[in-house]
């Protein structure tokens, strides 16, 4: 009986001949964005109003452990779509977080070719719906770094007047 090798998986991150086709840069930013947890931790921080994130905040919203978000974070940091930002006068306090994980230039230009950035008052209401306990809260209105000018423009979005879509009828 002859036996095969069998090819390792490539990770999202590789390279190699089989990702020398055309279309090799969309296949792998699209493995990149649809793997669960990443994908999860995307639409947390395309949901939370600041695009900056904690850890604990992560956790929280995802529903995954601290192990499986901080690896997906190092993926996404090592792909350029995420960055790890500090707030320095929250550094040593125990109560409030100083790392914040929020979203780059190249990552909200990613989102926007792969249509992302449309989900963006979705991703809030959910956001905004979903209960919090009072370390959350207290994450959630801690204080955090700027997001770079272009990123913050880029997931700007006005909320709806509501009272143009009710069109006035109720009192």
Do not use: C, W
Request: proline share 6%; glycine share 6%.
């Amino acid at each position: 009986m002859a036996s095969y090798l069998v090819p390792a998986r490539m990770s999202e991150t590789d390279t190699g001949a089989a990702d020398a086709g055309p279309f090799a840069e969309q296949q792998r930013l699209f493995k990149l964005l649809s793997q669960d947890t990443r994908h999860l931790i995307i639409q947390e921080l395309l949901g939370h109003p600041a695009h900056l994130m904690s850890l604990a905040e992560l956790e929280y919203m995802t529903g995954k452990s601290q192990a499986a978000i901080k690896d997906q974070l190092e993926t996404l940091i090592d792909a350029g779509l995420l960055a790890r930002y500090t707030y320095d006068p929250s550094e040593g306090k125990r109560d409030l977080p100083s790392q914040f994980y929020g979203f780059t230039e190249r990552g909200v230009e990613v989102l926007h070719d792969y249509k992302y950035l449309r989900g963006l008052p979705v991703a809030r209401a959910l956001y905004e719906n979903t209960r919090k306990t009072e370390k959350i809260e207290r994450h959630e209105s801690a204080p955090r770094p700027e997001l770079p000018d272009a990123v913050a423009e880029a997931l700007e979005f006005d909320e709806p007047d509501l009272d143009a879509v009710d069109g006035g009828t109720n009192p």
